[in-house]
């Protein structure tokens, strides 16, 4: 929250602050604190998936793969390596779902 104070605006404090919200359950307040974080940042992997994670808690599938999607289209930007295989699973799972006719 210090962080936030002093950056409000920070997307990468914003997704460490949804992921917290995310844990607790906290799911409409992680929404909205991620969707801002997105919004701030350019494309990364792990955090697009953090996005889709969400809108599976929601409820919110087609958003949740669209998120996936992304996630797995995002270069990191930094040297870390990304281990795109938990993603992949996680759209195989979540078009499955939407075939079946769950979520939104």
């Known amino acids: 929250m210090k962080a936030l104070k002093l950056e409000p605006e920070n997307g ?4 460490s602050l949804a992921w917290i ?7 409409k307040e992680a929404l909205g604190k991620m969707q801002t974080a997105v919004r701030n940042i350019p494309p990364d992997p792990v ?3 953090h ?4 809108y599976a808690a929601v409820g919110d ?11 797995l ?20 799972e979540t078009r499955r ?3 079946e006719g769950a979520g939104k």
């Open 61 to 71: 599938l087609a958003s949740a793969a669209g998120a996936y999607e992304r996630s």
């Open 12 to 15: 990468y404090f914003l997704d």
């Open 51 to 54: 996005l889709g994670d969400i």
């Open 73 to 92: 289209k995002a270069e990191s930007d930094d040297e870390r390596e990304v281990d795109r295989e938990p993603v992949r699973k996680k759209l195989s």
């Open 21 to 27: 919200y995310y844990k607790q359950g906290r799911y």
């Open 47 to 49: 955090v697009l998936e």
């Open 97 to 99: 779902k939407l075939k």
